[in-house]
């Protein structure tokens, strides 16, 4: 006999640290936007794994590619070359108009990547003191959860317990150029940013913003690090958010639907200076660059160009956007995002926003609470129309007042 949810679920909890506390749906399918439960029942995919499905899931030229991969060779290392590497190199750095890429495995790891790449850049290029190097990141960022990464939130739960941290970062609010410009001196080597702060609730920065960051960077002679491993890859309807601002980072990072959800798989994208202060034996990782990830990648990159996806996701984000803003309702506060990354922000009166996922849950539809009052959509890029247009039907029924 198969084990029931509860089964499975007390064993979890017995066995695995509680570092989640994940919606009780135990899930063993999936085919495009939708998964489904060991009971059969079919949910609509509202989260795509942070945006790591953004292709669907178990897209079948993705696991074509990955079959065909895993037969032949999945690694090497990066001690030997694999005929991989070379190829997928070329594909992204045209695809994004990079000079430069850094092959990882998670996002936290890419973030981790450019950091050193970045202060090694300060010193050798920029001419920094040696051990000044400052980094300037904004309040309520997310940018993973290693030990470097985490001692540069503002987050008490990510950060409390865990110390003492790395110095050389400053912070400023998200959206502040004047803060920004004021943070920044002879040594600040960096700005790390979001391009929208999904974690902190999908914060879409004052139109103009980003132009006039650029332009203190460059005036400045600060790296401009975007951080697009939720935003990029089609998820706001642009093949990086930072089209929407008409703007080019320096490094650029991407992650989660590089692999279209099948493998771990991160990159840091740049220009020729900062990744080129890297020398051999200064960086690494042992499955970063290799075949599989390589073969992965590529097919995630193709169908996500090939099929559309990406003015999929304009169009469907703005369907789903209006219909949102149609609900009349007392309990929503603000209804934003851009392409299909959207959320729901409840009046804090409504007790929560993780019981209203419960109930959305009941009708088939499987979203995240974050932040505590706001709900965060994010489908795959695959979905139609007809499927938005259900998907408003329930949510329209759990939020109407
Ligand atoms: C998910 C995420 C990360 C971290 O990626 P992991 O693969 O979980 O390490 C970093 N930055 C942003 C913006 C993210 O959304």
């Given at each position: 006999m198969t084990p029931s949810t509860e089964s499975l679920i007390e064993t979890e909890y017995r066995?695995?640290?509680?570092?989640y506390k994940p919606l009780d749906v135990v899930l063993s399918r999936g085919e495009g936007v939708f998964v489904w439960d060991i009971d059969g029942n079919r949910y609509l995919d509202c989260l795509s794994a942070y945006s790591a499905v953004n292709q669907g899931h178990c897209h079948p030229k993705i696991l074509a590619a990955m079959v065909e991969q895993a037969q032949k060779l999945t690694l090497t290392s990066r001690a030997f070359r694999n005929d991989q590497l070379a190829h997928f190199y070329e594909e992204i750095a045209a695809l994004t108009g990079s000079h430069k890429v850094l092959p990882m495995n998670s996002g936290a790891e890419a973030v981790e990547t450019a950091v050193k790449a970045v202060r090694k850049w300060g010193y050798e290029v920029k001419g920094v003191p040696e051990g000044r190097a400052e980094i300037v990141v904004c309040s309520n960022?997310?940018?993973?959860?290693?030990m470097g990464i985490v001692g540069f939130s503002t987050d008490p739960d990510a950060r409390t317990g865990f110390g003492p941290f790395a110095p050389g970062f400053r912070h400023v609010p998200f959206g502040d150029l004047d803060a920004f410009r004021a943070a920044i001196n002879e040594n600040t080597v960096a700005f790390l940013i979001e391009p929208i702060q999904g974690e902190a609730g999908v914060i879409i920065p004052p139109a103009g913003y980003f132009t006039a960051v650029r332009e203190l960077c460059t005036r400045h002679g600060i790296t401009l690090i975007l951080d697009e491993i939720q935003t990029g890859l089609g998820r706001t309807g642009k093949l990086l958010a930072e089209e929407h601002e008409g703007i080019e980072a320096d490094v650029t990072l991407v992650g989660k639907a590089l692999s279209g959800g099948f493998y771990p798989v991160s990159a840091v994208l740049s220009n020729s200076e900062v990744l080129g202060v890297l020398q051999p034996g200064q960086h690494g990782s042992t499955?970063?660059?290799?075949p599989l990830a390589c073969a992965i990648a590529r097919a995630a990159l193709k169908v996500l160009v090939e099929e559309d996806m990406i003015g999929n996701s304009e169009r469907m984000g703005d369907r789903f956007q209006e219909g949102l803003k149609g609900i009349r309702s007392n309990i929503i506060k603000d209804v934003r995002g851009r392409g299909l990354m959207l959320a729901v922000e409840l009046d804090p009166a409504a007790g929560g926003a993780r019981k209203y996922c419960e109930a959305l849950k009941e009708r088939g539809i499987l979203a995240k609470d974050t932040h505590g009052d706001t709900i965060r959509i994010a489908p795959p890029?695959?979905?139609?129309g007809d499927q938005v247009d259900w998907a408003l039907e329930q949510f329209e029924a759990v939020l109407r007042t």
């Open positions: 066995l695995g640290a509680h570092n960022n997310f940018h993973g959860r290693t499955f970063g660059g290799n890029l695959v979905i139609t």
